[in-house]
């Protein structure tokens, strides 16, 4: 047995999926393709805007010799289909650069990893944009694709190469993996770079602040959002942040989940 970090914290998923060997592991067995790709961007977000929300990509990599991007996002949201459309929408609207020509000669997948599970209670759900007719048939006109994993409810149905990478995921959130269960390589890479004795104390830092949060929207943020709508979006932001203060969480990282500057979440306390 091997004690390991959880793969439900967004920092130590990101810490084993952007290794090169990992991130191409995963996509040849969840979305069926073989990436050329020397480097994964973790955070990324694209020097212009598109709309109106500041979009930031978990794990990007961009395959230009097969003109192929795949995206992996990793945190769940009362939204998160609704949010990972728009992610992945704003991924396929940034190569798009003359009403010209609509189509996009990059093929665009993002896999979404719902590690605290999710209502519907499925291991798999895809979003497929091909078009198709009344009877199911796709004339395979466009090839981009939204993949849902949920680690917490892989079954013997679960097709087999998903299946031992959920299983690893889920078995990580425990924080204690049998490495002898797994075969795939890339698998056994994921659990070295998350040892525990291999947690740098910035990670360990970044690992509180997540779990805090999380706490926090489960009780605190509710309160919050109602009172915003009685007395205004300001005062709700100045509560949840005054609660997240007292939780210890860092200034900055108050600052970047409420809207608020730095300068108004230093001025609470």
């Known amino acids: 047995m091997k004690q390991v970090a959880s793969l439900r914290y967004g920092v130590i998923f990101k810490k084993a999926f952007c290794d090169v ?25 694209f020097d212009t805007p598109i709309g109106s929300v500041k979009t930031q990509f978990d794990l990007f990599a961009e395959d230009k010799k097969n003109r192929i991007i795949v995206d992996i996002q990793h945190e769940r949201h009362a939204d998160h289909y609704d949010r990972f459309l728009h992610y992945h929408c704003v991924a396929l609207l940034e190569q798009i ?14 896999i979404v990893v719902l590690t605290s599970g999710d209502k519907h209670k499925k291991d798999v759900l895809v979003t497929d944009f091909a078009p198709h007719d009344l009877n199911g048939n796709s004339v395979h006109e466009i090839a981009h694709k939204i993949v849902f994993l949920c680690p917490k409810y892989v079954n013997e149905q679960t097709p087999a190469a998903y299946r031992e ?3 690893a995921i889920e078995d990580s959130l425990d924080g204690e993996v049998d490495e002898n269960h797994y075969l795939l390589a890339e698998i056994h890479a994921i659990f070295n770079h998350i040892e525990q004795n291999g947690v740098s104390p910035d990670e360990k830092a970044r690992m509180i602040e997540e779990y805090h949060w999380e706490e926090y929207k489960q009780t ?30 860092a200034v900055a990282t108050i600052a970047k989940l409420t809207g608020l500057t730095t300068d108004e979440v230093s001025g609470l306390t």
């Open 97 to 110: 650069k003359s009403s010209a020509d609509y189509r996009s000669n990059t093929r665009v997948y993002t």
């Open 220 to 249: 605190g943020f509710n309160e919050g959002l109602e009172l915003g709508e009685k007395t205004g979006q300001l005062k709700a932001a100045q509560t949840i942040a005054k609660g997240m203060l007292a939780e210890g969480l």
């Open 165 to 167: 990478w959920l299983e």
């Open 21 to 45: 060997d990992v991130f191409k592991g995963f996509a040849r067995d969840i979305l069926g393709i073989q990436l050329d790709i020397d480097k994964v961007e973790t955070e990324k977000v």
